[in-house]
Every structure is written in structure tokens, then in C-alpha cells.
């Protein structure tokens, strides 16, 4: 299964709410996880099932979808929250996402 | 606390082996399937492969399936990679990472840190 994120590149500020997709190529349910990974650092997993918040992650971090297209959504961007986020299936087996750089505009 | 440290990693030859070991703690290892992601330089993550807790199924993608062998040792709380004839694309940060499965879903909760494996002559 094929996942393609939108945008690659999101320049934003602080505070900004910012809101990126992820497009499977055929329905996978909600079997879509969200991931934040800061240069030189393994992921992190934020959302599972498609809007689960992860232990300790922050409320502005939410999700939504289902089936083919589904978007993570940060409301009031802070500055530990530039960073590249991707999306994962794990309908079958699993895959990612191209992955989305959120960076100071 | 959970735990993942990867190791082996390091610079090989093109058709060259390596493995890859991850230890686990923290966590009752055997309840746990496990995968390895990679990430090359620069580049998004993939899906390597995959194994369950008993270590009764391996899954692969198909950039590795017949190069690449996943195993585990439950006794000893390791994951491998035993990775043969490598080739330059797979030059990348390999990481370990735990499966956990609730809510009619899987996601990888915890992540190693990652160890680098580069091919090249």
C-alpha cells in the first residue's frame, strides 16, 4: 500500500495551526499512525488508529480519516513541534509516508 | 522503562553481510512483535521487516525478501537482522522498533535509537 503525504515542506510559526495529509492508495480502515521525528532522532509515535492521542502527547496534536485520506492537524504550533512528521498504514504490513517538514517560516 | 539499543552496524562492503542486533528491557519481550524500519541519508522511513512474539512468523519488504533474515531470542531478549548480500541502497540507519496491537490497531510505540550501516567499496 502506497502513502502519499501533502505537503513535503510546510513552513509555519509559532502558534500557527497547521494540518497535513496523508493519502493511501487503497482504504485501510483506520490503521493509520502519525509520527514526529527531530533531526539526528529516532521517531516518535503521536497518533494511532487514526486519532488516538499516545501516551504524554500533547492535546494540540489530533487526527482524523478514514478509509483513503486522513490528516494530522497541530492547533497552536510550538517551537518544539518543527520537525518531520510521517504518516504509517499498518492495514497490511506497514508502510510510510514521504514524510511532511515543518519548518520556520 | 522501555528500552531498545541497537548495534552491529558499520561499513561494509558491497555483497558483504552484518547483523544487527537490538537488546530489549523494560518490557516482558516475548508478549511483543517486533520490526526493523530503516532510514537512509536524507531519505523517509521503510518498512524492513517484521516478527512476531513466538517468532513463528517473519514478514519482509519486498526491497530485502531473500537478502534479509529477521529472528529473535526470546530467552535472551535480543532482536536480529542477519543481512547478506548488501548493496548500496541499503546503506541506512537501521532502527528496531516495538508493535504494540489495541484498538483493532498496530502501531511501533518505542524506537531504538538507531544504528548506521553503510555500504560502499
Known amino acids: 500500500i502506497q502513502m502519499t503525504q501533502s505537503p513535503s515542506s510546510l513552513p509555519a510559526s509559532v502558534g500557527d495551526s497547521v494540518t497535513i495529509t496523508c493519502r493511501a492508495s487503497?482504504?485501510?480502515?483506520?490503521?493509520l499512525s502519525w509520527y514526529q521525528q527531530r533531526p539526528g532522532k529516532a521517531p516518535k509515535l503521536l497518533i494511532y488508529?487514526?486519532?488516538s492521542l499516545h501516551s504524554g502527547v500533547p492535546s494540540r496534536f489530533s487526527g482524523s480519516g478514514s478509509g483513503t485520506d486522513f490528516t494530522l492537524t497541530i492547533s497552536s504550533l510550538q517551537p518544539e513541534d518543527f520537525a518531520t512528521y510521517f504518516c504509517?498504514?499498518?492495514?497490511?504490513?506497514?508502510?510510510f509516508g514521504g514524510g511532511t517538514k515543518v519548518d520556520i517560516k | 522503562e522501555v528500552q531498545l539499543v541497537e548495534s552491529g552496524g558499520g561499513l561494509v562492503q558491497p555483497g558483504g553481510s552484518l547483523r544487527l542486533s537490538c537488546g530489549a528491557s523494560?518490557?516482558?519481550?516475548?508478549?511483543?512483535?517486533m520490526n526493523w524500519v530503516r532510514q537512509a541519508p536524507g531519505k523517509g522511513l521503510e518498512w524492513v521487516s517484521y516478527?512476531?512474539?513466538?517468532?513463528?512468523?517473519?514478514y519482509y519488504a519486498d526491497s530485502v525478501k531473500g537478502r534479509f533474515t529477521i529472528s529473535r531470542d526470546n530467552a535472551k531478549n535480543s532482536l536480529f537482522l542477519q543481512m547478506n548480500s548488501l548493496r548500496d541502497d541499503d546503506t541506512a540507519v537501521y532502527y528496531c522498533?516495538?508493535?504494540?496491537?489495541?484498538?483493532?490497531?498496530?502501531?511501533?510505540?518505542?524506537w531504538g535509537q538507531g544504528t548506521l550501516v553503510t555500504v560502499s567499496s
Open positions: 522498533a516495538r508493535d504494540v496491537f489495541s484498538s483493532a490497531s498496530s502501531r511501533f510505540d518505542y
Open positions: 516478527i512476531s512474539g513466538s517468532g513463528r512468523n517473519m
Open positions: 523494560g518490557f516482558t519481550f516475548s508478549n511483543f512483535n
Open positions: 504509517q498504514q499498518s492495514y497490511s504490513f506497514s508502510s
Open positions: 487503497q482504504s485501510i480502515d483506520t490503521s
Open positions: 488508529a487514526t486519532s
